[in-house]
């Protein structure tokens, strides 16, 4: 990355290449025309906060390079000094899949970290968790209103009586009935619920509520569950037998919870996911980049790393390709890229449909460009592995799993994959957070964080006002990965109770 500053109050813009010949602009607010810069460039325009801004002057069709990558063509002539905004940028066209390299490139293995722990619970099957929860899991939607009236009861009469016990989540989803449940692609949500069902940070407790009729029987919510872990609504005689019934079996699982104590683990026992979302030109900046150097020493200590987003990597796909750590690896990648380009085609859009107006607002002209910065989360680190949707990790290392990019819909799937915790990469801002799992929030820009210093976990921001370095930050994220995950530190997210619902993808029918 090559920054261009003179002080703090400065005129600031930031170019990731020396090849690039654009760079976005770094200050709060933005700059004004007139501006000039260290260089000697003038903006001819009003150029917003993390918008990019012509280095040279551009002819109609040119490349426009940023990260040293070709993110669109000029539109029409571009002289230097100006705005380049959404409308000046000709979106190219996505790498092809069948001519990418493979595992030629596979990155050295980094020293390896020793000795970092964090204190977390060991569950009966040997793996670990980070929080001590009670999850009750559904077959169908139909029974979600009695969970939930059942769930505020236990809150209010049980769980007091509890106090090593996190909290109770209801496994709430809108699959389970009307449903096509033998198509193929139905695999995808079935195993997203199965997996989601045994999280560790369940602790193997089960507890499966189905109505007694839906597609999904309640036993395959959890294969080879005992008979007493499933309660069927149409077997109890009326609202308050079904809510005494539920509330009973929580309580015998509450007392086997509540014994459980926290030990010291090897940070190799975690699983991290990495997500981004209401991202901004900064993104690729500062959080991600910082992320990914937290991403790869966590590899380095042994832990499991997961970074997804189909359409937010598919423009960036040649770059990870080389970095897989063996053919099969990459034919895998390929695989899962041309699976959800057909799904892509089925609606009949394209990738380009991912940028939101947000996003465009932040700077980010378009897909490639977003696309350039949400890889940057993954580190240096070799692929090791690749998981299509929903589906649970087995491997350490980094591994990518094909989600969508929805925040919703891949916090749910990165969660089946079994996340202990998840680092949220946000320039414009959300209060997303999950039940299941903390969510450790970090902004981009140090605005972002005076604007909400209770949601943002970590100012990244600080990178671009040359305060910090991307290192500086990657440690910090990376410590308070252990504090977090040992719960000695609260996110923010948890802090005020900000979960987010859980979002099944199904690709498959409903009927």
Not at 28 to 50: C, I, M, W
Not at 93 to 109: F, G, W
């Amino acid at each position: 990355m090559v920054v261009m500053e003179q002080n703090a109050q400065a005129p600031l813009y930031i170019k990731m290449d020396e090849a690039d010949n654009v760079a976005v602009v770094a200050n709060d607010g933005g700059l004004p025309a007139g501006t000039v810069f260290v260089s000697s460039l003038t903006l001819l325009e009003h150029v917003p906060q993390g918008h990019k801004v012509a280095l040279g002057d551009l002819k109609k069709g040119d490349p426009i390079l940023r990260y040293n990558e070709v993110i669109g063509y000029a539109a029409q002539d571009i002289k230097a000094g100006s705005w380049i905004e959404e409308s000046l940028v000709k979106l190219p066209t996505a790498p092809e899949l069948d001519e990418l390299p493979l595992s030629n490139k596979v990155p050295q293995a980094l020293a390896p970290l020793e000795g970092y722990t964090f204190e977390g619970y060991r569950n009966p099957d040997g793996s670990v968790s980070t929080k001590n929860l009670l999850g009750i899991s559904t077959s169908v939607q139909c029974v979600a209103g009695v969970l939930n009236q059942a769930v505020k009861r236990i809150k209010a009469e049980l769980l007091p009586n509890y106090p090593n016990v996190d909290d109770v989540v209801a496994l709430n989803h809108g699959y389970g009935c009307g449903v096509a449940i033998n198509a193929p692609e139905a695999v995808v949500p079935i195993r997203t619920i199965q997996n989601l069902a045994t999280h560790p940070n369940f602790g193997g407790e089960v507890i499966v509520i189905g109505l007694g009729c839906e597609k999904l029987a309640p036993e395959r919510v959890v294969p080879g569950c005992d008979k007493g872990d499933i309660i069927c609504l149409q077997d109890h005689k009326g609202f308050d037998a079904m809510i005494q019934k539920i509330l009973q079996e929580a309580k015998v699982r509450l007392e086997r919870l509540n014994q459980r104590k926290r030990v010291t683990c090897p940070a190799s026992e975690l699983v991290i996911g990495l997500q981004c979302g209401g991202s901004d030109a900064l993104s690729g900046v500062t959080a991600n980049p910082a992320v990914g150097f937290a991403a790869d020493l966590l590899v380095r200590a042994g832990a499991t790393v997961i970074f997804s987003e189909v359409t937010e990597v598919r423009d960036a796909v040649h770059l990870l390709t080389p970095r897989v750590v063996s053919e099969e690896v990459g034919q895998a990648l390929i695989r899962e890229m041309k699976w959800y380009d057909r799904y892509l085609e089925l609606g009949e859009v394209d990738r380009s449909a991912n940028t939101t107006p947000g996003n465009k607002k932040g700077g980010l002209a378009n897909i490639v460009e977003k696309a350039m910065g949400s890889i940057a989360k993954s580190g240096k680190s070799a692929i090791v592995g690749v998981l299509s949707p929903g589906e649970k990790v087995k491997q350490k290392g980094l591994i990518y799993a094909a989600t969508p990019a929805s925040d919703f819909v891949c916090g749910t799937c990165q969660l089946a994959s079994g996340i202990h915790l998840q680092v949220f990469t946000t320039g414009r801002g959300t209060p997303y957070g999950l039940a299941m799992a903390p969510v450790i929030k970090v902004g981009t820009r140090n605005a972002l964080k005076e604007q909400w210093p209770d949601l943002i976990d970590v100012n990244a921001g600080r990178i671009a006002a040359g305060e910090v370095t991307i290192e500086d930050v990657g440690w910090e994220i990376f410590r308070l990965i252990l504090e977090v995950a040992s719960g000695r530190k609260e996110t923010w997210a948890d802090h005020w109770g900000l979960h987010n619902d859980l979002c099944l993808f199904n690709p498959a029918p409903i009927t």
